[in-house]
DNA sequence: CTGTTAGCGCGTTCAG
DNA sequence: CTGAACGCGCTAACAG
């Protein structure tokens, strides 16, 4: 059988299309009866709104599109709930779709925005240039997450990645690094902005990083063990290694107890994230802890602002204070 | 400024919005000199069609939704890659929402379905109950992956849970595995089936099961510690155990040989999935692979055929075959 | 409190 | 090859 209608629930349940609609959308303004009737020729029919006709017609639809590069990363899932939670508590869908880094596919994705698919948009590391966030923030209702664009009109929600890469580096010169590396990536802003807080700690310090490595792919466990490889082929060893996340941590420390080597004994080696590969991993990784949860939330809040009240209310960047998780990696 | 319409367009243009429409759509019948006016005032006007007056219009989005319960898992995120690659070469979109097990979020999101916000659903475990996926499956263009309901209607693509634990199960026992306990999980269908798959090949073998541990929770690595825990305590010793799940191997193991105990030496330990965390364990984990990216998009292709086929051609049930990964936590 | 009606923006007839 | 006109299903404004 066709669809049902609101006319074909008017129609079966004696009173006009108005009345349903009514019904439909809580207005106050309808009589118990007329409720009563519009409800069991609702259920009788089996009938939904048109989600098309809906939208067309209220210009809205309550509906907002996550974009992130790929979809099996613990901050980037934490993220996504906490912004998902505090989207459905105001009533919207949040829906996630992963770009794989292609840009053609990211832009098949924000155009979903133009088209008035969404209404809003979060991005995690976009692959696009800083300049086109820029644009688009300054027209439409996107906000970045764990990283935010060198341009006037982008806004969002980021830890201070410079800060949190100087806090750590710090720690490990503390206790007795002096021979200081890097795993990173200069891909993404956010790896951009940890090569320089490591490079302000090891420089106050006194010291001259002895290897920088970074790789432009992602962020995973083999690329950790490829260039920790690299690593110990240098002379002199480093005596302690900075990595950009969890997982890559995880290869480096793998590869360097498979050399025979100690971690933290010979080579301490350090995190970024307090994923759950910082638990697994063994020994247990010092890392950063970035608040995800809270991010998403805010995120969705800044966005939820940025469609609500059409040209204020930018709320800029915010800025969430991370934490240092001290474990079994480093000399604690 | 407001938005433009085709109406603007076929102004500007100095054209029908018939015109504009057969440009847009790339009807043939359209004249050079007609197509590039077009074509000259979409660029100037930045216009896009409305997406929701075109699914109106057109009765379909070009949409499809993939369902789960969370995204952090590798097979989760490897399957919905597979099926997005899948349907973007069909055209389609597909985006993703998970249902954090809550089964009014579940429902909030399957009525996206019902009132036409997407044109298909894939489903990964749902919280529902095998009777109504049922009754989705009869009426609607629903497809299930990695787990399928036991009612008549349903469909989707999945391995052979069942005959997937009983090989790695066989395979504990030929290396030498007499007491055999399993970790594994109720709360899912294909947990139920890998339980089944379990009690087989330890009755095959006449031996008979020591310890059956179950937790209802997710399969992650503290449940797995934990309940490893339970299995330490009992007498005797298990010397073979199961795991539903490479991350509550992982966890398993941990907690293993944190007790002073060896895998596989005193207790041999094995996973499911061929995730990253079965190569990031110490000793790497024996397993199961699924070939969860080949499952996404034969996921799609049956969605698709559901989706433009009315009421013929339900592809059925599809089972893609597993392999038996050895490693280094059994005694291969 | 209720019914009637006018579009929302688009794709698609049907004439010409 | 093109233009005019209708209607997809719904909400909201207006009259009663």
Redesign the interface.
């Known amino acids: 059988m066709a669809r049902a209608t609101v006319q074909d629930v008017a129609k079966t349940a004696g009173v006009s299309v108005g009345t349903v609609s009514r019904v439909l959308n809580g207005s106050p303004a309808v009589s118990e009866s007329s409720k009563a009737k519009v409800a069991a020729a609702i259920r009788q029919l089996n009938y ?6 809906r ?2 017609r209220r210009d809205r ?1 309550m ?1 907002i ?1 996550a974009l992130a590069k ?5 901050v980037i ?2 993220v ?2 906490g912004a ?1 939670d505090a989207a ?1 508590r105001s009533g919207y ?6 770009t ?1 880094g292609d840009p053609e ?1 990211e832009q ?2 924000v ?2 925005l ?4 969404v209404d809003g948009l979060i991005m995690f590391s976009p692959t696009m240039p800083d300049e086109d966030v820029g644009d688009m923030a300054e027209q439409l209702s996107v906000v970045q997450v764990c990283e935010i664009a060198d341009a006037e009109a982008a806004f969002g929600v980021s830890i201070d990645d410079r800060q949190a890469a100087f806090d750590m580096v710090r720690h490990l010169i503390e206790t007795g690094g002096r021979r200081l590396a890097m795993i990173g990536t200069r891909a993404a802003r956010s790896g951009r902005l940890r090569e320089e807080g490591f490079r302000k700690a090891v420089a106050e310090a006194g010291l001259s990083p002895d290897q920088m490595l970074f790789t432009d792919g992602d962020f ?2 083999h690329a950790g063990r490829r260039l920790a490889r690299e690593l110990l082929g240098a002379r002199p060893l480093p005596d302690a290694v900075f990595c950009g996340s969890d997982t890559v941590a ?2 480096c420390v ?1 590869e360097i ?1 498979d050399a025979g080597l100690r971690v933290p004994g010979d080579i301490a080696v350090a995190g970024f994230d307090d994923s ?2 910082a ?4 020994p247990e990784l010092t890392t950063i802890r970035q608040p995800a949860y809270a991010m998403g939330q805010l995120a969705f809040e800044a966005l939820l602002a940025r469609m609500t009240e059409p040209e204020g209310h930018r709320r800029g960047r915010t800025f969430l204070p991370h934490e240092l998780i001290v474990r079994d990696s480093t000399n604690g």
Chains 1, 2 share one sequence.
Request: charged share 20%; glycine share 6%.
């Open positions: 939904r709104p048109l989600a098309s006709a939208d067309l639809t509906r599109l790929n979809l099996y990363s613990p899932s934490e996504f709930r998902g459905a869908v949040t829906l996630i779709a992963p794989a596919r098949q994705l155009d979903m133009r088209n008035g698919s995973d466990f995880a290869g793998r107890t759950i590969q638990e697994m991993c063994v």
